[in-house]
């Protein structure tokens, strides 16, 4: 049975469930292959963490951090700000006439039709049937 008692962690760790929640965490670490910063003495992973949370070994901040982090499924990562686009308009024309909105292409309807009959192959010659 293990010599090391919810009292002797809870003075660490002030919320049981918490300290149920870290020891945990920490017991998984342990078994996934984490470095023991106590001795084991041939107990099990549970045992270890909470060996660990009673010996001040590791700081309940970073054993709290270390579980957010792993129960996050969106890491945040600080990237630098993209710079501003261009603007797409020219901004002499907008510097020359402040008033003045940004110049538009204008095609009326018939510009558009005379378009697209342009753009459409000519039709073929029917064939005479003799």
Do not use: W
């Not at 054993?63 to 600080?78: F, N, P």
């Amino acid at each position: 049975m293990a010599r090391v008692t919810v009292e002797d962690c809870i003075d660490k760790v002030d919320n049981r469930f918490d300290l149920v929640l870290l020891a945990s965490h920490r017991a998984r670490a342990v078994s996934s292959g984490a470095q023991i910063y106590v001795s084991r003495d041939n107990d099990k992973n549970p045992v270890v963490a909470l060996r660990e949370i009673a010996d001040s070994k590791l700081a309940p901040d970073d054993l709290k951090e270390d579980l957010i982090h792993a129960l996050q499924k969106h890491v945040e990562v600080d990237e630098p700000e993209a710079e501003a686009a261009p603007p797409m308009i020219h901004t002499a024309a907008v510097e020359a006439e402040p008033g003045v909105d940004a110049p538009f292409d204008r095609m009326t309807e018939e510009d558009l039709l005379r378009g697209l009959e342009g753009m459409a192959p000519p039709p073929e010659p029917e064939e005479e049937s003799e």
